[in-house]
């Protein structure tokens, strides 16, 4: 599926801004300010997702929606709705037309990215619940058992406990997907057993849905500064709870699908190294040295872990490469130098049959490359050369030179520099991603 997001809504600040925060998230994003241009754009672009302003000059939302799901072309398009503001029927009307999640303005960066991510990581892959197990600490014996009903029937499994105490016991064992949780417990706050819960997990975080009778300002901060993903005031909306548990729900099986294919990608690093078909450490090196750059050009969240798994899959290719090629200490003739370059081109077909590495795939393949055409595989110049293949190949390069080699020492950091700002000048590198390099020497030091 294309990363493509349209974005319909009559505010052009909005739209400026939502474009600007999917692009630095790497997504492409078309925009649209009325209703019409949104359904007429939405059938010759067939996006991968709508971001829909349910408030719009010239036909409701509510109608765009309706009439992108009648239409064949556009009906499996997932919409995310954006309302202005907080307690809108007409969002709970577009859920139950089938709108896929709903966000309230104003949106932060991480929120929007965070949604976003979610439709193109698990749209049409999960049925909703699929069992996942849910944590329930809620002490009213009535609305703990309503909870249970309701989310059993949504096709959760269940787990009621009645007590802060338990509850953190319970979470301790790191096998739910969602805890929902009462704001007021007998026994402990309700923000302490977060807290608490926040300093004992081990397999990353566990998302957390408060629910409260509380509803000010600063509770929420206190519960975002604790570890709360959400808030839900009581008494509980059910549609509301439905669709934030679904999110939720999904957000964790897409950081556990990403923790395995860490491990996964871990184990051909290592096999990589163990084969010796790279220095030691070049590749690990590579990704975290990506990942410094990235941050510092704003790449957020999937890039980040694109980056990474990036960097640490980038040379897979060389495994391919016949060992006295790869090594040869002498001067390499054509023959032997174009089957050196083709591991840019065997690493992508390796990583390519992974559910969901298209983009890390297209990454290794053109880690080569370089902004003025003289790379390979594709000779790519200039912005076919994406943000990410720019950040791999600087991080490749600087790594490689600070490395000893057979054929000579490693280069100081300084000197390092001096050579990809002679090749910057002569079209090789994108200044911003040399520049972005020049001030993170420090981060650097602990590779
Ligand atoms: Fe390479
Ligand atoms: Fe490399």
Known sequence: MERKVLVVDDDIESLRLYGEMLRRAGYAAVTASTGWEGIDLAVKEHPGLILLDLRLPDITGLTVLETLRTALSTRNIPIIVVSAISKDDDVMKAMQMGAFDYVVKPITYDDMIRRVELVFFSHERQGEGDQSPVLIVEDSTIDGASLSEQLTSWGYQVTWVQTGREGIAQAATGNFDVILMDGLLPDINGFEVVKEIRATERLGTTPVIMLTVLSGLVDKLKGFESGVDEFLNKPVSWEELRVRIRSLTRLRGMAKQRFALSEVVGVITNAIELA???????????????????????????????????????DVGKLVVRREVLFKPGKLDPSEWAEIQRHSEYGERIIRPIHGFDEIADI????????????????????????????????????????????????????????????????????????????????????
Not at 298 to 307: D, F, R
Not at 364 to 388: I, N
């Open 276 to 314: 010796e078909a790279t220095e030691p450490r070049h590749n690990q090196k590579v990704a975290s040295i990506s990942v410094i750059l990235g941050k510092r050009l704003g790449v957020q969240g999937h890039g980040l872990w694109v980056l990474e798994m990036a960097g640490s899959l980038h």
């Open 364 to 447: 290794v393949r053109h880690h080569h490359e370089k902004a003025d055409g003289s790379g390979y595989p594709d000779h790519l110049k200039g912005d076919q050369v994406s943000l990410l293949v720019r950040i791999v190949g600087v991080s490749d390069s600087f790594e490689a030179l600070t490395s000893d080699r057979p054929y000579r020492p490693a280069f100081p950091r300084d000197q390092a520099l001096e050579i990809l700002h002679r090749e910057m000048d002569e079209g090789h590198w994108d200044p911003q991603v040399i520049a972005a390099l020049s001030s993170s020497l420090d981060e650097l030091d602990n590779l």
